[in-house]
């Protein structure tokens, strides 16, 4: 059977911006107990955290309210910010080029998306490696994003159709998974009359990490909402919290690895179907354990 075609224009998330209205209690959070370090502040204010290597992989500025600023994605290699600027304008997208914009990346191209969904592109970003925490819960990476859309269909074709991402699962025909890599993910599109970042995640280390995250996480006074526990889509162990201004914090292992040579996801002895290829999960499927919590992921 002939596979649709593979070929992003991005191969990884690179950061996520975040506007929060009190920035020192937000950034105590990802400094002290996510583990992150400052590697620059802003004019503005904002401040740009590392999870260990990247130049930042969080961006915090401060605002009246708390908001998604944008989302930074990487450029293959072959991909020109100049080009790329070029196939976004022949869509009939706004894109501006900024030079030294932001500190550790020289030159992006910001694009505003349908759904108001602003996206920051870029071929290179500084490396500083401040180095991984010695506490808190010291994830290994930014792995992907979930946002909430009234324009989702727009903000999936975007992704789809332009951006080259593929399809590998959905929830309900509401939740929509995107990848542009060997994640199962890298985006989460929630078509729903809403538009919000619905969490933000990050790897963990091997599945024991759960357990030294969730007991950093409550000595800091932040509870676990949900999980850890299984997905279905994605088969991911993932637990959740809120962070101080109530933004869902992800905390996962044992991603899928989708094969897009294959179409499928490498197999794995809790997968429901052999093989594991993209399909369509029910809305009462989020859990593949059947545990229960009291937290409402959905509406999370
Ligand atoms: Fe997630």
Not at 101 to 111: A, D, F, K, T, W
């Amino acid at each position: 059977m002939m596979q649709a075609k593979f070929d992003p224009k991005v191969f990884q998330l690179g950061f996520v911006a975040l506007e929060t209205a009190d920035i020192e209690r937000t950034k105590d959070h990802y400094l002290k107990t996510i583990g992150m370090a400052e590697t620059a502040r802003g004019d503005d204010g904002a401040s740009y955290l590392s999870v260990g290597y990247n130049h930042h992989d969080l961006v915090l500025r401060p605002a009246k309210q708390k908001a998604l600023l944008h989302l930074g994605y990487q450029l293959k290699p072959h991909i020109s910010v100049a080009d790329f600027t070029r196939q976004v304008r022949d869509l009939g997208l706004p894109a501006t080029i900024k030079t030294d914009s932001q500190p550790g990346i020289s030159e992006l191209v910001e694009v505003e998306a349908p759904g108001a969904n602003i996206f920051q592109f870029y071929s290179a970003a500084e490396a500083p490696a401040p180095g991984f925490a010695k506490s808190g819960v010291a994830p290994l990476r930014l792995g992907h994003v979930a946002v909430m859309s009234s324009d989702g269909d727009k903000l999936i074709r975007f992704y789809r159709d332009f951006l080259g991402f593929f399809p590998t699962d959905d929830i309900g025909k509401l939740a929509f998974f995107f990848t542009c890599n060997r994640d199962h993910h890298v985006v989460n599109i929630l078509n729903v009359p809403e538009s919000r970042v619905h969490h933000i995640a990050f790897q963990l280390r091997d599945n024991a990490h759960h357990a030294v995250a969730a007991d950093a996480l409550r000595a800091a006074g932040a509870k676990t909402l949900w999980g850890p526990s299984r997905h279905t889509a994605g088969h991911n162990l993932a637990g959740y919290h809120y962070d101080p201004d109530k933004v869902l914090v992800e905390l996962y292992t044992e991603m899928d690895v989708f094969i897009p040579e294959l179409g499928l996801h490498e197999p794995r002895p809790w997968h429901e179907y052999s093989p594991m290829k993209p399909r369509s999960w029910g809305l009462d499927e989020l859990n593949a354990w059947g545990s229960e919590f009291a937290f409402n992921l959905a509406a999370g």
